[in-house]
T-cell receptor, first 116, second 111 residues
Framework: DTGVSQNPRHKITKRGQNVTFRCDPISEHNRLYWYRQTLGQGPEFLTYFQNEAQLEKSRLLSDRFSAERPKGSFSTLEIQRTEQGDSAMYLC??????????????FGPGTRLTVL | AQSVTQPDIHITVSEGASLELRCNYSYGATPYLFWYVQSPGQGLQLLLKYFSGDTLVQGIKGFEAEFKRSQSSFNLRKPSVHWSDAAEYFCAVDPLDKLIFGTGTRLQVFP
C-alpha cells in the first residue's frame, strides 16, 4: 500500500494557461475524490468518481474544470484558461466501497497551484 | 445545508498542557463526524471518527473526541500535548459520500 500519490506537487503557471494534475489512488480503491483548499480554509469538495463514472460535481467546478478517470484507476483534473482565483491546493482522496456504511477516505499530499 | 464551524482559528498551548479544539456542526440527521490533522507538506490524516454508539471516541496519537448531540458538538481533546502535535486540525461531517470540512484550527505548541 503506497498511499495516494499526486503529481506534480507544485505547479506555477501564468494566467490563461491550461494545467493538468494527476492523482493515483490506492490500487484497490474504486472511489476517487477531488477537493480544493484555499489559504485559511478547509478543503472543499469538487467531484468524485466511482470506477470510471463521475457521480457528482460541485457547483464550485466551473466549466473550465474537467476531471476524468478513464480506466477507473488514476484520475486527471484539468483547468483551462487559469485565473488567479484558481490558486489553491488541489487534494485527491480515494476509498473502497464496501458493505460497511462508511468508507474512509485516504488523502494524497496535494498539488499546490499558483497562478501568476 | 450541512456545515461545520470551528470557532478557534489559532490556539497556542505549552507542551504538556491539555488541549480542547471546538467543533460545531449543522446537519439534520445523525452525522458521521471526523477529525483530520494536516501537517505542512503532508496530506490529511484521519485522527478519529464517530458513526454511532459510544459518544466518546478514541483516536490515534492519544486524541479523543466527544459527540454531544444536544450541543451539536464534536470537540477534540488531548490530555497532554507534544511539540509534534503542532499542525492544522480540521473537523468534518459526511452527509453522503463527501466530506464537508470546517475552516480549521491551527495549533501552535510552545516548549
Amino acid at each position: 500500500d503506497t498511499g495516494v500519490s499526486q503529481n506534480p506537487r507544485h505547479k506555477i503557471t501564468k494566467r490563461g494557461q491550461n494545467v493538468t494534475f494527476r492523482c493515483d489512488p490506492i490500487s484497490e480503491h474504486n472511489r476517487l475524490y477531488w477537493y480544493r483548499q484555499t489559504l485559511g480554509q478547509g478543503p472543499e469538495f469538487l467531484t468524485y468518481f466511482q470506477n470510471e463514472a463521475q457521480l457528482e460535481k460541485s457547483r464550485l467546478l466551473s466549466d473550465r474544470f474537467s476531471a476524468e478517470r478513464p480506466k477507473g484507476s488514476f484520475s486527471t483534473l484539468e483547468i483551462q484558461r487559469t485565473e488567479q482565483g484558481d490558486s489553491a491546493m488541489y487534494l485527491c482522496a480515494s476509498s473502497l466501497t464496501s458493505l460497511a456504511r462508511y468508507n474512509e477516505q485516504f488523502f494524497g499530499p496535494g498539488t499546490r497551484l499558483t497562478v501568476l | 445545508a450541512q456545515s461545520v464551524t470551528q470557532p478557534d482559528i489559532h490556539i497556542t498551548v505549552s507542551e504538556g498542557a491539555s488541549l480542547e479544539l471546538r467543533c460545531n456542526y449543522s446537519y439534520g440527521a445523525t452525522p458521521y463526524l471526523f477529525w483530520y490533522v494536516q501537517s505542512p507538506g503532508q496530506g490529511l490524516q484521519l485522527l478519529l471518527k464517530y458513526f454511532s454508539g459510544d459518544t466518546l471516541v478514541q483516536g490515534i496519537k492519544g486524541f479523543e473526541a466527544e459527540f454531544k448531540r444536544s450541543q451539536s458538538s464534536f470537540n477534540l481533546r488531548k490530555p497532554s500535548v507534544h511539540w509534534s502535535d503542532a499542525a492544522e486540525y480540521f473537523c468534518a461531517v459526511d452527509p453522503l459520500d463527501k466530506l464537508i470540512f470546517g475552516t480549521g484550527t491551527r495549533l501552535q505548541v510552545f516548549p
